[in-house]
C-alpha cells in the first residue's frame, strides 16, 4: 500500500472532499501500488478522531 497517497487521501478528507473523488486521486497517485486496502482505509477514516485528539494533547500550543 502507497502510504504517501493514503495520507493524501485522508487530508483531503479533511477538506471534506467527495470519496469517490478522494478514491480518483488515491488511484491516480498511487498507480500501480494502489490497493484496495488502501482504499478501504481511506474510506474509513474519520477526521473528527484526529481534532479530538488534538485537542486533548493542545496541539495549538505548539505554535502549529
Known amino acids: 500500500?502507497?502510504?504517501?497517497a493514503c495520507v493524501i487521501g485522508?487530508?483531503?478528507?479533511?477538506q471534506r472532499r467527495k470519496l469517490s473523488g478522494?478514491?480518483?486521486e488515491y488511484r491516480?497517485?498511487?498507480?500501480?501500488?494502489a490497493q484496495p486496502l488502501g482504499e478501504q482505509?481511506?474510506?474509513a477514516y474519520e477526521?473528527?478522531?484526529?481534532t479530538e485528539s488534538a485537542n486533548e494533547v493542545k496541539v495549538v500550543d505548539w505554535g502549529c
Not at 485522508?10 to 479533511?14: S, T
Not at 491516480?28 to 501500488?33: D, E, F, N, Q, S
Open 41 to 43: 482505509f481511506i474510506a
Open 47 to 50: 477526521p473528527g478522531i484526529i
Open 1 to 4: 500500500m502507497d502510504r504517501t
Open 22 to 24: 478522494i478514491i480518483d
Open 28 to 33: 491516480l497517485y498511487a498507480g500501480p501500488k
Open 10 to 14: 485522508c487530508l483531503r478528507k479533511l
